[in-house]
């Protein structure tokens, strides 16, 4: 099976730009996850999405968004980008809504904010 | 809230020697507990989990864990070290009384192996 393919790999932005991040799961797996990857704060959850709804949220503003299709494709969006959202984005994906799964992380989006 | 720590921000051991990278953690209820490896530029691998059962738990490439409730502890082992292992390990937990797929981080420990 593939893994989890995240898009783009890289992405250069300038401050108050938005951004839309791609995730496609592992076939078969319904629940995508969001997390954000940075030097200072580590890794840290955005959101949780299963059969097209958000099942679970992090401590992030609202300028993170995201949302999942109906083939649990998953996209995230930051809008009015800032400096600190500079980070590696990972999706990961687990075959369900449930605590005792595993998740599967994708290679990441690199984001740079300029 | 659910948390974790890894006291050591790097972890030096020499070619197939024995190595342990620390995992403690804090949740509510009972812990689901998890291991990840990162290379540079890369995403997360997944090495090992502990849900329930035998508290040594054997995971990828020749790693394991041991849970140990009393305190509360899960560190990851292996008992001959190679140079391709040095990488970023980080160790997660999901509190058992919250649903869905959230994992806790630590801060991950870098891991040099040397030759």
């Known amino acids: 099976k593939a893994g989890v393919t995240q898009t783009p790999r890289y992405l250069i932005k300038t401050r108050g730009q938005q951004v839309t991040l791609s995730c496609s799961p592992i076939s078969g797996h319904r629940s995508v996850s969001w997390y954000q990857q940075t030097p200072g704060q580590g890794l840290q959850f955005l959101f949780e999405?299963?059969?097209?709804?958000?099942?679970n949220k992090g401590n992030f503003p609202g300028r993170f968004s995201g949302r999942q299709f109906s083939n649990s494709r998953s996209e995230m969006n930051v809008s009015t980008l800032e400096l600190g959202d500079s980070a590696l984005y990972l999706c990961?994906?687990?075959?369900?809504?449930?605590?005792?799964?595993?998740?599967?992380f994708g290679p990441g989006t690199r984001l740079l904010v300029l | 809230a659910q948390s974790v720590a890894q006291p050591e921000d790097q972890v030096n051991v020499a070619e197939g020697n024995p190595l342990t990278v620390k995992c403690t953690y804090s949740?509510?209820?009972?812990?689901?507990l998890f291991w990840y490896v990162q290379y540079p530029n890369r995403g997360l691998q997944f090495l090992l989990k502990y849900i329930t059962g035998d508290n040594l738990v054997k995971g990828s490439y020749g790693f394991e864990a041991e849970f140990n409730k009393s305190q509360t502890s899960f560190h990851l082992k292996k008992p001959s070290a190679l140079v391709s292992d040095s990488a970023l390990y980080f160790c997660a937990v999901r509190d058992m009384a919250n649903a869905g797929n959230m994992l806790t981080f630590g801060g991950g420990t870098r891991l040099m192996v040397k030759p």
């Open positions: 990961a994906s687990s075959l369900a809504h449930n605590n005792q799964e595993t998740q599967y």
């Open positions: 999405y299963f059969s097209e709804t958000q099942r």
């Open positions: 949740v509510s209820g009972n812990p689901y």
